[in-house]
Nanobody
């Protein structure tokens, strides 16, 4: 069993930055692939970024490439999403997910999900 807890959301002006954190608990948490998803009001949830348990092989949505970076610190069982040059269209609830493979995560089929943290970008 893996529990995930996101933090770091908030209100930021366009062009600003935020760093989201996802703390994972559980004996095998560091062996899971991890991903960040977001859901804007009235829209479907979409993948933002994902990486393997080692932090390698990151995948990004086209809309965030060059602006967002996913990383992880397995010693702390924490995954981060550094978000730079934020735009109003980045507004939404951000969720982290853990899955046994990165393909499961990318397909939104990860076994575990956090409760989400809200990000609001004002213009």
């Amino acid at each position: 069993q893996v529990q995930l807890e996101e933090s770091g959301g908030g209100l930021v002006q366009a062009g600003g930055s935020l760093r989201l954190s996802c703390a994972a608990s559980g004996r095998t948490a560091s062996s899971y692939a991890m991903g960040w998803f977001r859901q804007a009001p009235g829209k479907e949830r979409e993948l933002v970024a994902a990486c393997m348990w080692s932090g390698s092989g990151p995948s990004y949505a086209e809309s965030v490439k060059g602006r967002f970076t996913i990383s992880r610190d397995n010693a702390k069982n924490t995954v981060y999403l550094q978000m730079n040059s934020l735009q109003p269209e980045d507004t939404g609830d951000y969720y982290c997910s853990a899955g046994r493979t990165i393909l499961l995560v990318i397909r939104s089929a990860g076994e575990y999900w956090g409760q989400g943290t809200q990000v609001t970008v004002s213009s």
